[in-house]
């Protein structure tokens, strides 16, 4: 095993059992659990606007203490008579179980109290609110009289706050052997219809109705309510605050059902009713997950509690285990991939593993399991910074002064290469197909004339640091600079198929970005300048080339020559980008171009077909398309010797495109072989007087 394998090795167990144990003892202590209470907030907002129509709610609210004409604020500023009536009103319209959340602990006159008790006894489907002796609490019951037909109907209505202060979770069972349960499941178990003893504790939560029973026409399973560690279940929440249809207790009071947001009765028939204040000066009110910076009347809360059980859409929170399991995973997997991977696809590896982890949370939110939304996450993003500190001190650093200097004149890939294998910095090289560009600026020898020195150094580093961008950006090599002009190669040292496709999309934005340029020295009072680009494809020498002290990665052969003489081939055609027939047909189908010329380049003796680069794969403008027929016509007339016809269709070309190059050339080139005395065999072929 070598050194570097044998020390990443036990920095990855050394780390691993260290942040292994150190998350499980934060785990244990619950650090940053008001940060996972926050995060887990969202998650309740996708069952938003999901409040049951089956539950009802009757608020004491402004509206009935305006009509009260009340002096103060106070629930039980209504007399008993008072509730007595709502709850008539209510049964008559057919509510299926009404759950009052107002502790009836005050006395006042035997006629008041007479009138709430006869109605207390002629209905078994009441629940009433009572509070438990808890170390917080003294304990509030009704008075006795209320409780004597039902005295099992009574429900806790005690919220209990999380760490941040929301209310989640609610109370079922107390240590006080005289505490009733929770309200939402008294209420739940009247609405059933169910015996007080067909509700429990189990080993495994709460249960309430151990067996099936039949509820209308509906035959309805067991309900066990699962608790926490501390014996309160988690309120599932249907939306923010006024969620659940609401009447107001004075309508009732004078037996009218309106609903007091859309002002549309409602049928009551069948409803589980819930009696409370609601936006009133009292501020019975708490926060909780869905609140939106807005305060949850009590009643409401109770409403869900309610709805969660009925539902059966119970939350259980992942386990301490479950949590731990989860992190040391992450911790181990990511220190493995981190240890090896590059940065780019660490970073996309660490962003991937966020996001499956929170697509993760949010589904199993919908199966009722909250997960944990900070320990994971945490796991993942100390794994990546200590692997790459570590990184950085054995191996980073080692490389940071060779990579620095030949990232500027290769491409990332060769860098990686080099690091990666050293021993290839030697003499020698390999033949390859490739693709080769050479470009170079139109007249610049005028355009120095004509500019400061300076100014021109600067506005060449410009152009150069921009162009250079777009060939290491397609994962090409930058050869050399010859002056002005550049020299660049797609297709080494790393092996791609579609080197001539990458050649040709980097030139098209190489002259994109040239033109961007040019309005832009223009607006700065510069001379802009044109640069001319030639693309060959072929079979070339790649390699480390030069002395032992001295050397560079660069190309030779016939191919490399080709893309220079193309170069200096758009002087002749005034086009931008010419392009051999080989790498023609290594990019058509990403490219679109037009046939420029059958040229036999100074040197050479056989011709080879070349190519104007204009545009991406269904980039063309209709004029150009509308052009490039036209010219095509003028070729084929000037191939069969038609110098007039050939003539007129060039000139037509001119009409579409005036300053179309290739259209002049041929005009010219048809005037002086009308007079030469041609071949019987000539291939259209034109033979190139300079290089």
Avoid at 39 to 60: G, P
Avoid at 158 to 172: A, H, K, S, V, Y
Avoid at 242 to 254: A, E, Q, R, T, Y
Avoid at 586 to 594: N, Q, W, Y
Wanted: charged share 25%.
């Amino acid at each position: 095993m070598k050194k570097r394998t044998k020390v990443k090795l036990l920095f990855f167990l050394f780390v691993s059992l260290v942040f292994g144990l150190l998350f499980a003892m934060m785990i244990q202590r619950q650090w940053f659990q008001t940060w996972h209470l926050k995060f887990s907030n969202f998650l309740y907002h996708q069952s938003a606007s999901e409040a049951s129509s089956d539950i009802v709610l009757v608020a004491i609210d402004d509206k009935s203490f305006a009509r009260k004409n009340a002096s103060e604020l106070k629930t039980l500023q209504f007399t008993k008579s008072d509730y007595a009536q709502v709850i008539q009103n209510l049964e008559k319209a057919g509510a299926r179980a009404i759950g009052i959340d107002v502790i009836f602990s005050e006395n006042s006159d035997a006629k008041d109290k007479a009138a709430l008790v006869e109605v207390l006894k002629q209905h078994d489907n009441i629940v009433l609110a009572a509070e438990p002796k808890t170390p917080k609490t003294t304990g509030l019951k009704p008075l006795p009289e209320f409780m004597q037909a039902h005295p099992e109907n009574m429900g806790s209505i005690l919220f209990e706050t999380d760490p941040d202060n929301l209310i989640r979770r609610q109370g079922i069972v107390y240590d006080d052997p005289g505490a009733p349960v929770a309200f939402a499941v008294q209420l739940a178990r009247v609405a059933l219809n169910l015996l007080p003893s067909d509700s429990k504790p189990t080993p495994q939560g709460y249960e309430l109705m151990p067996f099936a029973v039949r509820v209308g026409a509906e035959k309805v399973p067991p309900i066990r309510i699962p608790l926490d560690a501390s014996g309160k279940m988690m309120i599932n929440f249907f939306g923010g605050p006024n969620s659940f249809h609401s009447v107001s207790f004075v309508d009732v009071l004078g037996n009218q059902f309106v609903d007091r947001k859309s002002g549309t009765p409602l049928d009551m028939k069948g409803k589980i009713v819930l009696i409370g204040e609601m936006g009133t000066g009292l501020h019975d009110e708490q926060y909780v997950p869905t609140s939106m910076s807005r305060p949850m009347p009590g009643v409401e809360i109770h409403a869900n509690a309610l709805q969660t059980i009925l539902s059966r859409r119970f939350l259980t929170e992942q386990s301490t285990w479950g949590v731990w399991l989860v992190s040391l995973a992450a911790i181990v997997l990511g220190l493995a991939l981190f240890l090896n991977l590059g940065i780019l696809f660490s970073l996309v590896y660490l962003a991937l593993a966020w996001a499956f982890y929170t697509v993760a949370i949010w589904g199993k939110f919908e199966y009722g399991l909250i997960l944990n939304t900070v320990f994971p996450y945490l796991a993942l993003l100390i794994t990546f910074m200590v692997a790459y500190l570590f990184r950085y001190f054995t191996e980073v650093r080692h490389s940071r002064h060779t990579e620095k200097a030949f990232s500027k004149y290769v491409s990332h890939h060769v860098v990686k290469k080099i690091l990666e294998h050293p021993e290839q910095l030697k003499l020698g090289g390999e033949k390859k197909e490739m693709t080769v560009l050479f470009s170079d600026i139109a007249g610049f020898t005028t355009i120095s004339e004509k500019s400061q020195p300076e100014q021109l150094v600067e506005q060449l580093n410009e152009y150069l640091d921009t162009m250079t961008g777009i060939i290491l950006d397609s994962d090409g090599t930058l050869d050399k600079y010859i002056g002005d002009a550049i020299m660049a190669f797609w297709g080494a040292p790393l092996h791609m198929a579609n080197h001539a496709t990458r050649a040709c999309l980097a030139s098209l934005e190489y002259q994109a970005k040239l033109a961007d340029l040019r309005r832009k020295w223009v607006a700065e009072g510069r001379l802009p300048f044109s640069a001319r680009i030639g693309l060959n494809t072929g079979p070339m020498v790649v390699g480390n080339m030069g002395s032992h002290r001295h050397f560079n990665y660069t190309v030779i052969g016939d191919a490399v020559n080709l893309a220079s003489r193309l170069e200096s081939v758009n002087k002749v055609f005034g086009t931008d980008i010419l392009i051999s027939e080989s790498t023609y047909h290594g990019a058509k189908d990403h490219i679109e171009v037009r046939e420029i010329d059958l040229i036999v380049v100074k040197g050479k003796s056989k011709p080879i077909r070349i190519y104007e680069l204009i545009a991406k794969k269904d980039g063309l403008t209709d004029l150009q398309k509308k052009r490039n027929h036209q010219f095509h016509e003028g070729l084929l007339e000037y191939r069969k010797q038609e110098w007039d016809k050939a003539i007129h269709s060039f000139k037509k070309t001119l009409d579409i495109a005036q300053d179309d190059g290739p259209s002049k050339t041929y005009i010219e080139r048809c005037e002086h072989l009308r007079h030469e005395k041609l071949p019987h065999d000539w291939d259209g072929s034109y033979t190139m007087k300079t290089k």
